[in-house]
């Protein structure tokens, strides 16, 4: 059973534009982490997201958790083509984590 | 520091055949993790483990078996592969907790004919 949906599934973008990816689930997490993985590579963490409606800021890149802790959301401002990857988000309860779908990123030069 | 190391890298079975994944850390790290990423399904936890000797199921623990005989290693055994079993197969670990940031390793690529 997936609990965490990811969308879009794919998005290809030029150079300079904005995107906003998202993470969905019913049920409720402690915390919620996002990640980066690129080809032939393990998940690299971005950011971990704890209270419900924060927001963190890394460089370009913000992420917010849902104030019910049920979702988060990732925004890109003038992607860039070394954000090109899959974008990851897991959820964590009880020991374990719960891995989204993913995004596959892919930015123009 | 090596970090997450996984052993091998690539490997092609069988159908039928066994073998063991063996992942190993040394940032002195209390949980570690088993996974597989198939194309889209994002990550899913095969079996994971929160200390020495002790291991638990995670989603799709089905037709794989672990042991955390020491702290630093897991290993991932596959005792008859199918082909539903190719896949590639990720190693994690984290402090003792759960927020704490997974390190994960390299991957193996496993291909079950």
């Known amino acids: 059973t997936q609990l965490l949906e990811q969308s879009p599934q794919f998005l290809s973008i030029q150079e300079g534009e904005n995107l906003t990816v998202y993470c969905n689930s019913s049920s409720v997490f402690s915390s919620l982490q996002w990640y980066r993985q690129e080809p032939g590579e393990g998940p690299v963490l971005l950011v971990t997201?704890?209270?419900?409606?924060e927001v963190k800021k890394l460089k370009r890149l913000t992420f917010q958790f849902g104030d019910a802790r049920k979702d988060s959301s990732l925004h890109i401002t003038a992607a860039q083509p070394g954000d090109t990857g899959l974008y990851l988000c897991?959820?964590?309860?009880?020991?374990?984590?719960?891995f989204g779908t993913g995004t596959r990123l892919k930015v123009l030069a | 520091n090596a970090g997450v190391t996984q052993t091998p890298k690539f490997r092609v079975l069988k159908t039928g055949q066994s073998m063991t994944l063996l992942c190993a850390q040394d940032?002195?790290?209390?949980?570690m993790y088993w996974y597989r990423q198939d194309p889209g399904m994002g990550l899913r936890l095969i079996h994971y483990?929160?200390?020495?000797?002790?291991?638990a199921k995670g989603e799709v623990p089905d037709g794989y078996n672990v042991s955390r005989l020491k702290k630093q290693n897991f290993l991932l055994g596959l005792e008859s592969a199918a082909p539903s079993q190719t896949s590639v197969y990720f190693c994690?670990?984290?402090?003792?907790?759960?927020?704490?940031?997974?390190?994960f390793g390299p991957g193996t690529r496993l291909l079950v004919l």
């Open positions: 997201v704890v209270t419900g409606g």
């Open positions: 897991a959820g964590a309860r009880s020991y374990k984590y719960i």
């Open positions: 483990s929160v200390g020495e000797g002790t291991t």
């Open positions: 994690a670990s984290s402090y003792r907790d759960i927020q704490e940031t997974q390190y």
């Open positions: 940032m002195n790290h209390e949980y």
